[in-house]
């Protein structure tokens, strides 16, 4: 799973008001080359929430992104774009959970693909 | 100015279709193009003449799409070849001779419709051109320019085309044709992990045109299956997201060399930017995510016996107990039960999902299955407000079946008051179509293998005859 899926998903449990962003639990982390593409990066740039890409890729083991969400200019930067690319397509929980920020239920990540199917008594 | 189009003969209802999505694809921009048919030819004919603004915009569409065998610009046509040899004469020189110079190379294809032609009749056609004052030079592996001498023979409706009333002629100088190569390389036949809903690859390809996939676009399937949709999708340069309820599917597939990625991997596309566990009755998306896919494109799961699934199976099935409680100690590897999912359902969710997550302008392309005996059904499409249908093209599986190909373009922002209208339209809409329920036979009719599916409905009047014949909107 890609931090560009985690920046999409939140728990959708039947009451739970705050399901996003989810916390990682981190078994496996891999790493795959992904061909670079700077349209698609500006497009996503405008779409993902900065904060929960940041606290995501430091659960991964990667801290060079800015804390701060950037000024639109920066995706201008080859730099920045490199990074963002990185953290948002080339780092992928192999193993672990997505866990719930309210209710801590995790959704399993296993073979790189998150379950997010809820049981019956959560929808 | 006009050009003529030969179509492949199939699929004949997706044929205009694609070449308007096409058109849009590469810049044209208007309310859809001019068609006309040659004289006395039928709808169904292979021939077609479309008005296009330029032979560029003619040539990238001939080269991309699926189901165009040429389109050519006409230097004549007539019902005999005294006719077609005064047209030829009276088109212009200036349109005509810069194709013709001594440093060019070129070759004459001769195609017959309805009536085979022998190799020395063919070569008495070409020679019988020798009007046109060809300078160049004959090659018959890579010319510069391909001319083309196209003959229909009248003949009535016994042959296996259509009926054609009188003969024509054409002839023309090709300006692009389709790259059918495609098929051969990515039929499902060679695919690595195959399911029984697998999409053939001509329609995964024509289902991505009409969606106007192209590169650094998201493209997304929340019925991925095997991925099949998506593998077309990648082919033409598009990031691909694909969901599926069934984690053996979506995830294991039938071992670590034999799954939803090896499909992708196998012809050299680039992996999907991701695949997930999820049920498109609750997706799982954020709520302050809106508009992120350029396009979502899916084959819905049909039917109720063998159709969709959603989750919350007991809860739904026995409304009256309570909701069933999942143990503690048993949660982690709970095998979640789930619930029939039906056509109307789950049409609505895609439109509320779609609605939602396609950028304006996105397209939403889809199969909806409809009964042949409902004549009003023009009408029984699926409806949002938020999206405007853009075509909608036949494909006959059975003397009561059909299945749809519906392409939709997202024109309204998606508010809370537009979903809650769509709700109370759904509603109104399930009441319509309650029989839907009753059919089991529903699903294996329309998601049948193209190739078992005419016999599979023990109809045994079209299991006779072989496929590729013309039988309209069956081939
Ligand atoms: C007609 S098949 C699509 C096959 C796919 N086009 C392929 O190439 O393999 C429908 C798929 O929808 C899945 N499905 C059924 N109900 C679903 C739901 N509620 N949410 C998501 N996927 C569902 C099924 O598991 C099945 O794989």
């Known amino acids: 799973m890609r931090l560009l899926t985690h920046n999409m998903l939140s728990s959708n449990i039947k009451g739970v008001t705050n399901g996003f962003p989810l916390l990682i639990e981190v078994e496996k982390v891999i790493e795959k080359p992904v061909d670079f593409n700077p349209d698609f990066l500006k497009n996503m740039f405008v779409k993902v929430d900065w904060k929960a890409l940041v606290d995501a890729s430091r659960s991964l083991g990667y801290a060079e992104l800015p804390e701060e969400t950037p000024e639109s200019s920066v995706i201008d930067s080859d730099d920045f774009l490199r990074k963002f690319h990185h953290a948002l397509l080339e780092l992928h929980l192999e193993e672990g959970a997505l866990v719930c920020p309210e209710t801590e239920r995790k959704f399993p990540v296993s073979k790189g693909i998150p379950n997010m199917l809820l049981h019956e008594d959560e929808v | ?475």
Not at chain 2, 128 to 143: D, H, M, Q, T
Not at chain 2, 312 to 332: H, I, M, Q, W
Not at chain 2, 392 to 408: A, F, H, K
């Open chain 2, 1 to 475: 100015m006009w050009y003529l189009c030969m179509f492949f003969h199939r699929l004949l209802d997706y044929r205009k279709a694609e070449v308007e999505s096409l058109a849009e694809l590469f810049g044209y921009v208007g309310d859809g193009l001019e068609w006309k048919l040659p004289q006395h030819h039928h709808p169904d004919s292979p021939f077609h003449f479309v008005n296009l603004p330029s032979e560029e915009l003619a040539r990238t569409i001939a080269n991309r799409s699926i189901l165009i065998k040429g389109i050519y610009e006409v230097w004549g046509e007539g019902g005999s070849y005294e006719e077609l040899e005064e047209a030829i004469k009276n088109y212009p020189d200036d349109r005509k001779l810069p194709y013709l110079t001594a440093d060019s190379t070129f070759r004459i294809i001769v195609d017959s419709f309805g009536k085979v032609m022998s190799f020395q009749e063919q070569n008495d056609r070409i020679k019988g051109l020798a009007y046109i004052p060809f300078k160049g030079r004959v090659n018959l592996k890579s010319p510069e320019h391909k001319f083309w001498l196209m003959q229909t023979d009248d003949y009535g409706v016994s042959n296996g085309l259509p009926p054609v009333a009188q003969r024509t002629i054409f002839f023309g100088r090709e300006v692009g044709a389709a790259d059918r190569k495609l098929l051969p390389t990515y039929q499902l036949k060679s695919r690595n992990y195959l399911g029984p809903t697998a999409m053939d690859a001509e329609m995964a390809f024509l289902m991505a045109n009409q969606a106007l996939v192209k590169p650094g676009k998201l493209v997304y399937d929340p019925f991925v299956g095997t991925g099949s949709i998506l593998v077309a999708a990648a082919h033409f340069g598009a990031m691909t997201m694909g969901a599926d309820i069934d984690i053996r599917v979506v995830r294991d597939g039938r071992g670590p060399d034999c799954n939803v990625w090896s499909n992708f991997k196998q012809y050299g596309l680039p992996a999907p930017v991701a695949l997930l566990r999820a049920d498109n009755n609750l997706p799982p998306w954020r709520p302050s995510l809106k508009e992120v896919f350029d396009a979502i494109i899916c084959d819905p799961p049909y039917g109720v016996r063998a159709g969709g699934r959603k989750s919350g199976g007991r809860k739904l099935l026995k409304g009256t107990v309570d909701p069933y409680t999942v143990p503690d100690d048993k949660r982690t590897d709970h095998i979640p039960s789930t619930g029939a999912y039906c056509l109307s359902e789950c049409v609505h969710d895609l439109l509320d999902v779609a609605g939602k997550m396609l950028v304006m302008g996105g397209r939403l392309v889809y199969f909806y299955p409809v009964l042949r005996e409902d004549d009003s059904r023009e009408n029984h499409f699926p409806e949002h407000p938020c999206f405007r249908l853009v075509s909608s093209s036949e494909q006959i599986l059975s003397s009561r079946y059909s299945r749809v190909l519906l392409t939709m373009v997202k024109i309204g922002l998606y508010t809370e008051e537009i979903a809650e209208a769509a709700r109370i339209k759904h509603l109104e809409f399930r009441e319509n179509h309650l029989k839907w329920l009753e059919d089991g036979n529903l699903h294996s009719s329309v998601f049948a293998s193209t190739d078992t599916q005419l016999p599979a409905t023990g109809d045994a009047k079209f299991s006779k005859e072989p496929r590729r014949k013309y039988r309209g909107k069956y081939v």
